[in-house]
């Protein structure tokens, strides 16, 4: 499976500059040779890091988001998979990530668990209660966003739910870049699967920390963008998950046990 991975600078607040934006970097993405089977992008891709503006620009349950892919998904034959929205509930709005599939169906979607507490995000979002994981075209994906990645019992969860891949879409700050390439490494480590990970990276008044990547089960970095903006794409060859996991198998020797 072809995996692309959009790094953009997105525009706190201005959607119709990041539609825009989407719209350029997913035709370039979707002229990679091979073509990409599935696209990821960032968190909050199509309103930015704007959480005081969120209540006023959020679109009810993230349709127009999905709209907007869904049509571009069944254009170019594509999945997107685990980029994040605002999107405006009954009980409030959400941080969502969603799977579209090649028909341009919204299949699945995952509402951010872990709001940040230093970023006051709990005044802006409200929390999901639910993991994801989904199929897509007989690969297990699971699905996180940002601070998720500190969570490792979180992420722990996904992979004994079966995900072969990990999704990180990502408004991940520069001033914790070490964090960041850290955590997803160590996630892909200790889980013994696929990273696949999307971040902004504008560099505005709070910069953004870019470094999007992609990270094998074994924990070499496969796909490494810096600080500019683009797209890269990644092989994924979930056989290799068996492979190692076999090798050295963590899974079979925990202890619940006890922990």
């Known amino acids: 499976m072809q995996i692309a991975i959009i790094q953009p600078i997105i525009v ?4 119709k500059a990041n539609y825009l934006k989407m719209s350029q970097l997913i035709e370039q993405a979707v002229g990679l040779f091979p073509k990409p089977d599935v696209i990821v992008l960032p968190e909050l891709w199509s309103t930015g890091y704007a959480l005081q503006e969120l209540d006023h620009i959020a679109s ?15 254009k170019h034959g594509v999945w997107f998979a685990g980029g994040s929205v605002a999107a405006k509930t009954s009980e409030g709005v959400t941080n969502r990530a969603q799977i579209i599939n090649r028909q341009g169906q919204l299949v699945a979607f995952y509402d951010k668990i872990h709001l940040v507490p230093m970023l006051d995000e709990h005044l802006y979002l409200t929390a999901g209660n639910t993991i994801c994981v989904h199929d897509i075209e007989g690969i297990t994906f699971g699905f996180s966003i940002c ?33 960041w390439q850290a955590l997803l490494k160590a996630r892909a480590i200790e889980n013994q699967c696929y990273l ?18 992609a990270v094998g089960p074994d924990g070499s970095t496969l796909v490494q963008f810096e600080f500019v903006e683009g797209v890269q794409q990644v092989v994924i060859d979930v056989t290799k998950v068996e492979q190692i996991r076999n090798a050295v198998p963590v899974f079979q020797d925990r202890r619940p046990d006890l922990y």
């Open 147 to 179: 601070y998720d990645i500190r969570f490792c019992e979180f992420i722990r969860k996904l992979a004994l739910e079966g995900a072969q891949v990990l999704v990180v879409a990502a408004q991940w700050p520069l001033v914790r870049l070490s964090h």
């Open 196 to 213: 696949v990970a999307a971040n902004n990276t504008a560099m505005g008044n709070v910069p953004f920390a870019g470094h999007s990547t």
């Open 60 to 74: 009810d349950q993230g349709l127009e988001e999905a709209t907007f892919l869904g049509d571009l998904a069944q």
């Open 12 to 15: 706190s607040g201005n959607k």
